[in-house]
């Protein structure tokens, strides 16, 4: 799918577009609204999402929808420890007929990419998708790839005590907007997936919710979603107060506070609001900074979370009225 944002849209189509899609992956993934929200937001501020689930849950089904409904262009990479750059990026192949290199491009070059079991490859693999993820190109043997817009990486991970699993650099955690967890399903929602897949896929009768350039234009219109100072102000106290903790050896940088901003104004944007209210701030939170604190040793052993922390810190750092 080729996308550009030469293109306006109201706030009620915008809408209508949004709960669209919202429509279509509930009909994949039952039982898991608040989920469905947070992938919505994400990709409405135009981030990558980090899955990190036991197998057979959904996530690849979750990706597959939302390539579909995107009417976008998706590829799968299957991450494993014998995987390459070369096999991601893509590579130049000796053309023999006329003794020129041709460039090949690799599964990257796509709309949304869903990076399978990213952790079960080597960190030097986990790092080829560092560029395309903050820059949305490539560069392959000096030359530099535009990578289609909208881009979108969706990577799933099995928890760290599986067998066969590299733990991900703290530069590959900070490309990633939010991390999520789908969990298992309800009983009530289990036994309607059973019914709803017991003549097809709901995957088969998914319609385009958005086009490409719908994507674009609504990422454009986050831009344009209020956050007054004093909200702003409160961000980056929350941001600097992981900094601060003796429990973590390493605070958000940055860019988390860059993502958070970016994240709580697409949460507003998808609530129907035009305005950030503190609670987009700390919902959003929840999700944009725990992949990103590296707790100390101490920290470990006394039983402390990441998540933990991160609430804590949401209770000590006063509310602006």
């Known amino acids: 799918m080729e996308a550009s944002n030469s293109i306006l849209i109201s706030q009620d189509v915008a809408q209508a577009r949004i709960d669209a899609l919202r ?8 039982g898991k609204d608040d989920v469905i929200e947070l992938l919505i937001t994400a990709v409405i501020a135009g981030g990558s999402i980090l899955m990190e689930d036991v197998p057979g849950v959904g996530k690849t089904t979750m990706a597959k929808a939302l390539a579909r409904s995107m009417g976008a262009e998706y590829n799968r990479i299957q991450f494993t420890p014998d995987l390459l750059p070369a096999d991601i990026l893509g590579s130049s192949i000796y053309n023999p007929v006329d003794g020129n290199f041709n460039f090949r491009p690799g599964p990257v070059f796509c709309n949304v990419l869903l990076a399978d079991e990213i952790n079960r490859a080597s960190p030097r693999t986990q790092s080829a998708l560092l560029e395309a993820m903050s820059e949305q190109q490539v560069t392959i043997e000096g030359q530099s790839h535009i990578l289609a817009a909208p881009f979108i990486v969706i990577a799933t991970e099995n928890p760290v005590e599986y067998h066969g699993t590299y733990p991900l650099p ?76 003796v429990r973590l050896s390493l605070g958000v940088s940055p860019r988390a506070s860059l993502m ?41 052993y006394d039983g402390s979370t990441k998540q933990g922390i991160v609430e804590s810190i949401l209770d000590e750092v006063p509310v602006p009225v």
Do not use: C
């Open 260 to 300: 958070l901003f970016q994240a709580a104004k697409a949460a507003a944007l998808v609530a129907g609001r035009d305005v950030v209210l503190p609670d987009d701030i700390q919902r959003m939170a929840r999700h944009v900074l725990p992949h990103r604190l590296v707790l100390t040793s101490k920290s470990k």
């Open 170 to 245: 703290e530069a590959q955690l900070d490309r990633f907007l939010v991390q999520l967890s789908l969990g298992y399903p309800g009983d009530e929602a289990e036994i309607d997936m059973l019914y709803a897949q017991a003549d097809r896929h709901p995957l088969e009768s998914l319609e385009e919710a958005m086009s490409g350039d719908e994507v674009l234009a609504i990422q454009q219109q986050v831009r344009s979603i209020d956050m007054s100072r004093e909200l702003a102000t409160y961000l980056v106290s929350l941001v600097k107060r992981t900094r601060d903790d």
């Open 23 to 30: 429509q279509n992956l509930g009909q994949v993934i039952q």
